[in-house]
T-cell receptor, first 114, second 110 residues
């Protein structure tokens, strides 16, 4: 693919439901990041995958949030029992490793919890 | 721990005026610093990286290790520079975690 792809682009869900967000990184990119961007706020780090290393989950806001990545391919971010404060744009990015390498971002998934 | 601070949430200047977006960082090793930009309705994208010592769209940024800063500067702002700007830090060695500041919304008025 040409870039990082995220799906769905928009998701409206009822409070209490579970949602799953998907990220297809650029092929060959070993690093993958998830961020949250609330309305009017900056980028909030959620989780980071690097190759086969244990992911850095230090940014996940609660145990309702989890993410997986299979090898160096697709990643899914799951939010269980969604709350209204989970409403945000969820951004995924991927990069090569090495000095100076940039992160390429997806278009984001806009999640609205009603 | 990695930390990036952008003290200004909003910055407004007139066209042709100089602009400086501040960024300070905290990291114990030798980090890599980046500036990312998000124009309206577009994806977040890289503007420049300190390791390249480049000037992109008239913007420059110098890494000052003594002051732990990486401020973004442009001598003459243009209306098309209006966007959200994020400073980012990537750890060195085998740590490639990318940490962003909260961002600064730059508005260039005509």
């Amino acid at each position: 693919g040409a870039g990082v792809s995220q799906s769905p682009s928009n998701k409206v869900t009822e409070k209490g439901k579970d949602v799953e967000l998907r990220c297809d990184p650029i092929s060959g990119h070993t690093a993958l990041y998830w961020y949250r961007q609330r309305l009017g706020q900056g980028l909030e780090f959620l989780i980071y995958f690097q190759g086969n290393s244990a992911p850095d989950k230090s940014g996940l806001p609660s145990d309702r949030f989890s993410a997986e990545r299979t090898g160096e391919s697709v990643s899914t971010l799951t939010i269980q029992r969604t709350q209204q404060e989970d409403s945000a744009v969820y951004l995924c990015a991927s990069s090569l490793t090495g000095s100076g390498t940039e992160a390429f971002f997806g278009q984001g998934t806009r999640l609205t919890v009603v | 721990a990695q930390r990036v601070t952008q003290p200004e949430k909003l910055l407004s200047v007139f066209k042709g005026a100089p602009v400086e977006l501040k960024c300070n960082y905290s990291y114990s090793g030798s980090p890599e610093l980046f500036w990312y930009v998000q124009y309206s309705r577009q994806r977040l994208q890289l503007l420049l990286r300190h390791i390249s010592r480049e000037s992109i769209k008239g913007f420059t940024a110098d890494l000052n290790k003594g002051e732990t800063s990486f401020h973004l500067k442009k001598p003459f702002a243009q209306e098309e520079d209006s966007a959200m700007y994020y400073c980012a830090l990537k750890g060195g060695g085998s740590n490639y975690k990318l940490t962003f500041g909260k961002g600064t919304l730059l508005t260039v008025n005509p």
